[in-house]
């Protein structure tokens, strides 16, 4: 089936480095991806919606300029995390599909520490 | 707006136990409806879907009605085992004239542990 790949898995870095994560759709072209944070032991909040070849669209109350997001091809986007901060620890998720009433499927997600 | 709701938890249940877990929401649309669940560490599956009023679901003994009278979507296992303990979510997809549009609407999430 559809396969959706997440990477970094892990990554703990200092306060005020960039991070980058990666979502890549394996086996199928994905014109939009989605982003969420999710919080321990909370449900997902869905950050932005990544377009191929356009500007993501953010929900409201996120910082378009901390949380940058490139989606150059139908097969990968990405999120960076600007001079991160404590405060932007989280498990982050992004996923693929979802159009024409066929489900989403999720990559395994990244958890970022910041210290 | 769009929104789900799901009972509050945890759940806690003997292995071979019956499990429900409810699910009711509210959209403008015509929505499509999914459980996903999620395992320690990792991200979400796809557990089952459906995408019109009646329509059941179902996955590994796993099943849900579109209730569209009632704006239901309740989870339920006849018998659970130890390897069913995970987060639930039920969430909901924009739908317009049947068609899908990928944005998804997550409940609060439901944390189901089974002991043997």
């Known amino acids: 089936g559809a396969v959706v790949s997440q990477h970094p898995s892990w990554v703990i870095c200092k306060s005020g480095t960039s991070v980058k994560i990666e979502c890549r759709s394996l086996?199928?072209?994905?014109?939009?991806m989605f982003w969420y944070r999710q919080f321990p032991k909370q449900s997902l909040m869905l950050m932005a919606t990544s377009n191929e070849g356009s500007k993501a669209t953010y929900e409201q109350g996120v910082e378009k300029d901390k949380f940058l997001i490139n989606h150059a091809s139908l097969t990968l986007s990405t999120l960076t995390v600007t001079s991160a901060h404590p405060e932007d620890s989280s498990f982050y998720i992004c996923?693929?599909?979802?159009?024409?009433?066929?489900?989403?499927?999720f990559g395994d997600g990244t958890r970022l520490s910041i210290l | 707006g769009n929104s789900v709701t799901q009972m509050e938890g945890p759940v806690t249940l003997s292995e071979e136990a019956f499990l429900t877990i409810n699910c009711t929401y509210t959209a403008t649309g015509y929505p499509s409806l999914f459980w996903y669940v999620q395992y320690p560490g990792e991200g979400l599956q796809l557990l089952l879907k459906a995408t019109k009023a009646d329509d059941k679901g179902s996955n590994k003994g796993f099943e849900a009605t579109y209730r569209k009278e009632t704006t239901s979507f309740h989870l339920e296992k006849g018998s659970v085992q130890v390897s069913d303990s995970a987060v639930y979510f039920c969430a909901l997809s924009d739908s317009v004239g049947g068609t899908s549009y990928g944005k998804l609407t997550f409940g609060q999430g439901t944390i189901l542990t089974v002991h043997p």
């Open positions: 996923s693929a599909g979802g159009k024409n009433n066929q489900p989403q499927h």
């Open positions: 086996d199928f072209q994905a014109t939009t």
